[in-house]
């Protein structure tokens, strides 16, 4: 199963960072690759978020669930149900020495077998790219934020 990690450093406290994490219906606002992001159910600590994302001219749609620790300034997703056979990773923030190290992780499985050895390459490298172009919009938003 590929797994990608990618992290970014960004010059925010993380406590300026996780509120911008959280509001994942907000990511298309400022993520082009993001068609939608729909809050289905909000309980407690976790969100059940419904995602339509383009990916290179294929629309991939995805639910996960969200899981927040506000504590730690931590979050978690899975999807429930989807395009993938497996879809889970989790964000984490550490603070540096200027602000944040922004880390997104995701574990995948196309769900292929047959085809898995000769997709998975591609597939990870497609993940990796549009997960650091996630992690970029963060930034830029956090940056406009902020100045």
Not at 73 to 92: A, S
Request: no cysteine; net charge negative; hydrophobic share 35%.
């Amino acid at each position: 199963m590929p797994y990608v990690e990618v992290a970014l450093p960004v010059k925010a406290k993380p406590e300026e960072v996780y509120p911008i994490l959280k509001e994942m219906d907000k990511y298309p606002d400022f993520m082009d690759d993001l068609k939608s992001v729909e809050i289905i159910d909000r309980k407690g600590n976790t969100t059940l978020t419904r995602w339509v994302s383009n990916v290179d001219g294929r629309i991939i749609k995805w639910t996960e669930l969200d899981t927040f620790d506000d504590e730690n300034l931590h979050i978690t997703y899975k999807q429930t149900e989807g395009d993938l056979k497996k879809f889970e990773g989790e964000w984490i923030l550490t603070p540096i020495e200027d602000g944040t190290e922004i880390k997104l992780t995701v574990d995948f499985e196309f769900g292929i077998p047959m085809i898995a050895g000769l997709l998975n390459p591609i597939l990870k490298k497609k993940v990796r790219e549009n997960s650091m172009s996630m992690l970029q919009a963060i930034k830029n938003r956090l940056e406009k934020q902020l100045n």
